[in-house]
């Protein structure tokens, strides 16, 4: 009896140690998700609610708005990652305000603007893009923006607002530390949709062993992060900044397309009434007034 049992210990024990190598981490690992919220800057009220949100979340600030700075400093000492969400072209000519990555510019004036977004902002670690349905498709441009976050240290999250994106293939091709976002959190501005999505990612982050979710300040979104500890403690998945996510040299993999695309946000004072997808890939959106 003790030499089966023993054997059905040892077979036990070898297929753990398969699953361990398997998946590049240890079994029964805490998961770990990041949540970053974007669009921050226009609206105090709701970004100093963003930014005294308990726990772990990253911040993702627009260039050159009203409240950014003081948003940012204020997220930075309650301990929060501060992002630039830097405005990038799309196919349907939102406008991008300043600060404005836009195709057709050249790398001289493409790496201009980039570095006066990147001072506009205290205590920027990383970056990601602000709708750049059309920006994220040309390899040039992406290839600038990487080698430029490389020089400075910083890492990048492609928010993909098209399945066409072209950024992260051009992040790792450089070995920049970079993650795309695996789930958008309120492409629906209702609790019962916001809640769902931070299960999805709760479970993602427990299947992949870590996840990046993205919302935006949003008074339904915010009462539902308000309540995530809970979730947290039930899925034992563990919040953390952005930049503990960040892979390098990960090899590039064609992603599938996506009708979840995240950041299709315009900045919050120019938030309609009612939003209108037009392109269910791009989801880049246009509004009824």
């Known amino acids: 009896m003790l030499t089966v049992v023993a054997k059905r210990f040892a077979f036990g024990s070898l297929w753990l140690l398969i699953a361990t190598?398997?998946?590049?981490?240890?079994?029964?690992?805490?998961?770990?998700?990041?949540?970053?919220?974007?669009?921050?800057?226009?609206?105090?009220?709701?970004?100093?609610?963003?930014a005294d949100l308990q726990g772990d979340f990253t911040l993702s600030v627009l260039p050159f708005t009203p409240h950014g700075?003081?948003?940012?400093?204020?997220?930075?000492?309650?301990?929060?990652?501060?992002?630039?969400?830097?405005?990038?072209?799309?196919?349907?000519?939102?406008?991008?305000?300043?600060?404005?990555?836009v195709s057709g510019m050249q790398r001289a004036e493409f790496l201009k603007v980039l570095r006066q977004n990147l001072v506009s902002i205290p205590n920027v670690q990383g970056l990601n893009n602000h709708m750049g349905s059309q920006l994220t498709e040309q390899a040039e441009p992406m290839r600038w923006l990487m080698e430029e976050l490389k020089q400075q240290g910083l890492y990048f999250v492609d928010s993909r607002t098209t399945a066409q994106t072209l950024a992260l293939m051009m992040a790792e091709e450089i070995q920049l530390p970079s993650r795309k976002r695996d789930v958008f959190l309120d492409d629906e501005r209702t609790r019962s949709?916001?809640?769902?999505?931070?299960?999805?990612?709760?479970?993602?982050?427990?299947?992949?062993?870590?996840?990046?979710?993205?919302?935006?300040?949003?008074?339904?979104?915010?009462?539902?992060?308000?309540?995530?500890?809970?979730?947290?403690d039930r899925y034992q998945v563990k919040l953390v900044k952005t930049s503990q996510l960040m892979a390098p040299g990960r090899k590039y993999q064609q992603l599938k397309r996506q009708a979840n695309a995240a950041c299709i946000a315009p900045p919050i004072n120019l938030w309609p009434r009612i939003w209108v997808p037009i392109d269910p890939f791009s989801l880049d959106l246009v509004f009824k007034p």
């Open 69 to 101: 700075i003081e948003l940012a400093q204020r997220a930075h000492q309650r301990g929060k990652e501060i992002m630039l969400h830097a405005p990038m072209s799309n196919r349907h000519n939102y406008p991008l305000g300043r600060g404005g990555l």
């Open 21 to 50: 190598f398997w998946l590049g981490q240890p079994a029964f690992a805490q998961g770990r998700l990041a949540i970053i919220i974007d669009d921050i800057g226009y609206n105090l009220a709701l970004g100093k609610r963003t």
């Open 193 to 232: 949709n916001i809640h769902y999505q931070l299960l999805r990612a709760l479970k993602l982050a427990q299947q992949q062993g870590s996840a990046i979710a993205i919302g935006h300040p949003y008074p339904e979104t915010l009462a539902e992060l308000e309540r995530l500890q809970p979730l947290l």
